[in-house]
């Protein structure tokens, strides 16, 4: 048995393009022996195609109105329990400000699906940032409309966030009322064709999803050849329709970082927080399974708490600059460096040459 693993293991490594995503779906289900050999192989093959640096990307989480209803968030619209803020654009750049001088070469601008942000404002937002900062933009503001993704591409964004949650269309359906995954996909290759290098995802063990499911997710963000990838476990919300489900295993989880490692060698694979909020290594055991990049929070102390996607978040009480230095600690100690510079797509730095810097 443990043989025919190996054997499938080696084949998903020499092709990972091929993959059927039956194969994909085993790799998903490996028994405890197995969890270790897929993470130990998934750790070799992001060492020889992304290199030792794990990349801080600071994330500002600008925002938590959102118009959607996503039964796992706890942002959803409906939920009267959350004070909601917005920060101005002032202290966007400030945060912004704060994490180049820390040594971040990029801000992940994120909130809730918020129009109080038009398109005008935030690519005024993205032009200060890019112009003032030796900082690369990221944005993760939901869905937007095809008019917004390409003023903000002008305005001097480079990557986009935007997890396709999961590729069961059922699920997706019931999960994200008034959404589907079709339109998830479009927003997607809208993205991609407007030439930003594209982050997708999902979340691990929502009510209803099986290793099935999720190997559709890997195949998906594989032939979406996406540059960037945020696997991250459920984490139940009590005030969500989702409250009393019980929170994604941890080891599926680093199963499915593991397999995106292998169908997609040269991603930026983020080690979630959700991770590090359900296991305390939750960080350090995705940078040992194919992960390479953390995310230090930047958002000011009196926003963080409201920006309550999920209950117990970690680093809650971190200045950024505490943030900052505790996770360079992290990834020191499993004898990793942290990434200098913009920490680009490999495959987006070779189309664009030069020209990025
Ligand atoms: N509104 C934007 C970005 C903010 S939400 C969007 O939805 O794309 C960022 C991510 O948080 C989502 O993509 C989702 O995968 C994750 N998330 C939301 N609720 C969660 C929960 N309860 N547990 C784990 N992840 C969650
Ligand atoms: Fe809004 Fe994003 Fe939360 Fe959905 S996941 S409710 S879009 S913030």
């Known amino acids: 048995m443990s043989r025919s693993f190996d054997r499938l293991l080696e084949k998903v490594v020499a092709e990972p393009g091929k993959a059927h995503y039956r194969s994909v779906q085993r790799l998903l289900e490996a028994g405890p022996g197995e969890e270790a050999r897929l993470c130990a192989t998934a750790d070799r093959i992001r060492a020889g195609q992304v290199g030792d640096a794990v990349h801080l990307r600071g994330i500002i989480e600008l925002s938590n109105h959102c118009r959607a209803e996503c039964h796992y968030c706890g942002l959803r619209a409906s939920n009267a329990d959350l004070v909601r803020y917005r920060m101005t654009p002032e202290e966007i750049l400030e945060s912004a400000r704060l994490g180049a001088v820390l040594g971040v070469g990029t801000v992940v601008l994120q909130s809730g699906e918020d129009s109080w942000y038009d398109r005008s404002t935030l690519a005024d937002l993205i032009t200060r940032i890019v112009t003032e900062l030796p900082v690369a933009v990221t944005l993760s503001l939901g869905e937007r409309s095809y008019d917004d993704l390409q003023a903000f591409r002008q ?203």
């Open 155 to 357: 305005a001097g964004a480079d990557r986009y966030l935007l997890k396709h949650e999961t590729a069961d269309p059922r699920l997706h359906r019931r999960l994200r009322p008034g959404r589907t995954l079709e339109r998830r996909v479009r927003q997607l290759r809208w993205l991609r064709s407007l030439g930003y290098q594209v982050g997708s995802g999902c979340i691990v063990g929502l009510p209803g999803q099986t290793c099935d499911s999720l190997a559709h997710d890997v195949v998906l963000m594989r032939d979406l050849d996406v540059d960037m990838v945020g696997i991250g476990p459920l984490v139940p919300h009590p005030a969500t329709p989702l409250g009393e489900a019980p929170p994604g295993p941890v080891g599926l989880t680093l199963r499915v970082i593991a397999t995106t490692r292998l169908c997609l060698p040269q991603a930026h694979i983020a080690a979630t927080t959700a991770l590090a909020t359900l296991h305390p290594h939750g960080r350090e055991l995705a940078l040992q399974a194919g992960a390479n990049v953390v995310m230090p929070n930047l958002t000011p102390l009196r926003y963080r708490r409201r920006y309550e996607i999920y209950p117990g978040k970690v680093c809650l009480d971190e200045l950024p600059g505490h943030c900052l230095t505790c996770l360079k600690g992290r990834i020191e100690g499993l004898g990793r460096v942290v990434g200098r510079g913009r920490g680009d797509s490999p495959k987006w730095s070779r189309e664009v040459g030069e020209s990025v810097g």
